[in-house]
């Protein structure tokens, strides 16, 4: 079961593979446990056709259109899976990232529906696939929009708004139940115990295939509570095993004045996938740093198309499957031909009527313990996301007041209910409201902040704090990492103290600091002698007996903390120049 993988230290590309992973980013997976984790997914995933038999329901469709509905997810978001799983020709991610039909559409399309039935909703979904598909040819130029605490705020979000219909669910509460049940709620438990007692406990298999067994366990558990109805297996019984797709589409049409709330609704889509592929990065790469923008603009480009065949076949918008994500991180298994695997077996279920049938009746219970679950995992990545860089009070007040503004979309939802109905896509959804909030304000908070700051040291009156509080300042407005930070404060702190114990400089020392999110570098000038920045540690001999073998220490260590340097002087000015790779 390729034990080795899990604590080999292998790289794919230029990432490090966490050591918590089995199979991860490019790793291939054998046939057995590949179909096994794709059929897991799939399962999964299709309990997210709720999204469009739901719009089925809520515009009257007759089960003829809303099997066609429920064919078009699963075809269409199999082939958004495969295309996401696969870095080609500009499409895709790279990473096991799937796609299924999404709520994200849904007030834009019901009321689309209601003023031009079916073939507007189909034609404006189809047209919003393809303006998410255009938004990747610009997505490198808005790296500023999406900088950690606005992505990890995402995914954490996402985390959150799956918890409350979760626990719903594992409840057996919806529309038709307002108040627990007691036997759905045994399911649930139980459920959601064996998912963490195998995660927690369990060793290979057992880990793998935690979420499958769940089910299994989960599906034996409702048909002997009466939770599943005999009279729903006897309907499954009488369906054909094999069979092909039933499609509907009464054909297209266009309306102008639909296009902004489609387009709000692909641009939400588009910033929840950003939340998701970070999350991707993050959980593939021992060492991230910062998100990959190219790879998120390809993966735009792969939603887009999804959303664009669905809208062709006579189907609703697709978004990122943000709980398959979790659960793929939770059992350790985060590897792209897993998406190919799903995506198959996705495309496959459209032709068998019996299986997709029983899949789709999943019971609540299980559903929720699963996205409980999941939801975990989402929230602490995003929040770990959001760590990774320094917090002053304008990113606190980014996050904080993003992360309220989601809350309120949860908790009160009647606040929003009077707004026009072009921004219902985006204040109808806790996670579009958070991430449109967060790059608002970000945008807004980064009016006043120079990416130049300036220090200046008498060597005679050297100060450390001064030094501490410099760049606290600086990295806190910059947002930039911690550790990268803390480097160049070493260094510049070690440089200080050797041009003025060894009476190097003649004046004042000054610094000017400058960050582009990819570098942070130092300049420092003062009139004197250079500091030499050798290249090797001098002997220990040396440096208790020559003060010059000190100096070469202290230059060597200034060196050991940047990434680059340069020193040099030009009539009795020197110039140190220290880069730290961001």
């Avoid at 938004?135 to 995402?154: Q, T």
């Avoid at 954490?156 to 007691?182: F, K, Q, W, Y």
């Avoid at 570098?521 to 007996?545: F, K, N, Q």
Wanted: glycine content about 10%; some cysteine; hydrophobic content about 45%.
């Amino acid at each position: 079961m390729k034990e080795t993988a899990q604590a080999s230290a292998q790289e794919t590309g230029n990432e490090r593979r966490p050591g918590n992973l089995i199979y991860a980013g490019d790793e291939p997976v054998p046939p057995l446990p590949l179909v096994i984790l794709g059929l897991e997914h799939a399962v999964l995933l299709v309990a997210s056709l709720t999204a469009a038999i739901f719009f089925a329901h809520a515009v009257g469709a007759g089960p003829s259109q809303t099997e066609a509905l429920v064919n078009v997810g699963l075809i269409a978001g199999g082939i958004a899976s495969i295309l996401q799983a696969c870095p080609r020709y500009g499409v895709g991610s790279g990473y096991f990232c799937l796609h299924t039909s999404s709520f994200i559409y849904f007030q834009a399309s019901v009321h689309a529906a209601g003023v031009g039935g079916l073939p507007l909703v189909f034609g404006m979904t189809a047209l919003s696939g393809l303006a998410e598909a255009a938004l990747s040819r610009i997505v490198p130029r808005l790296r500023s929009l999406f900088p950690p605490e606005v992505s990890g705020l995402v995914v954490a979000t996402v985390g959150i708004a799956l918890a409350p219909h979760a626990v719903r669910s594992l409840a057996g509460m919806g529309r038709a139940h307002t108040e627990p049940d007691g036997h759905a709620l045994i399911v649930g438990l139980v459920t959601l115990g064996l998912i963490v007692g195998l995660n927690v406990w369990g060793r290979g298999v057992l880990r793998l295939f935690s979420i499958l067994i769940a089910i299994v366990a989960g599906y034996v558990l409702s048909y002997s509570l009466d939770v599943i109805p005999a009279e729903h297996l006897d309907k499954i019984s009488s369906l054909p095993f094999i069979a092909l797709p039933h499609l509907e589409h009464p054909g297209f049409s266009f309306d102008p004045s639909f296009l902004v709330p489609f387009l709000i609704a692909a641009v939400c889509s588009a910033l929840k996938l950003t939340g998701d592929i970070t999350s991707c990065q993050k959980i593939n790469d021992a060492d991230w740093k910062r998100v990959d923008i190219n790879s998120v603009g390809r993966a735009f480009v792969a939603d887009g198309l999804g959303t664009f065949s669905a809208g062709m076949m006579g189907g609703t918008g697709l978004s990122s499957s943000s709980s398959n994500i979790g659960m793929a991180y939770a059992t350790g298994a985060t590897s792209r031909y897993i998406g190919y695997s799903t995506g198959v077996i996705f495309i496959s279920l459209a032709f068998l009527p019996r299986i997709a049938s029983l899949l789709t009746l999943m019971p609540g219970p299980v559903v929720g313990a699963i996205t409980m679950y999941a939801s975990c995992f989402m929230i602490v990545t995003g929040w770990s996301i959001i760590m990774t860089r320094m917090l002053d009070a304008r990113k606190t007040f980014v996050t904080g007041l993003s992360l309220i503004m989601a809350l309120s979309v949860e908790t009160i939802p009647e606040l929003y209910a009077g707004l026009p109905v072009v921004l219902k896509p985006i204040a109808g959804s806790s996670v579009a409201l958070a991430a449109v909030t967060a790059i608002c304000l970000n945008l807004v908070f980064r009016i006043g902040i120079s990416s130049r700051m300036t220090l200046e040291l008498e060597p005679d009156g050297l100060d450390q704090d001064k030094i501490y509080d410099f760049f606290d300042n600086a990295g806190g407005s910059w947002g930039a990492r911690k550790e990268v930070v803390h480097r160049a404060m070493a260094a510049l702190s070690e440089l200080y103290q050797s041009v003025a114990a060894l009476g190097l400089a003649t004046g004042k020392i000054s610094t000017v600091a400058s960050f582009d999110e990819f570098n942070l570098t130092l300049d420092v000038r003062y009139e004197g002698v250079a500091l030499h920045l050798s290249e090797t540690r001098p002997p220990a001999d040396d440096i208790l007996e020559d003060e010059d073998a000190l100096a070469r220490l202290s230059g060597f260590l200034v060196r050991q903390y940047a990434d680059s340097t340069k020193s040099e002087a030009a009539g009795g000015r020197c110039r140190v120049h220290l880069q730290f790779e961001h």
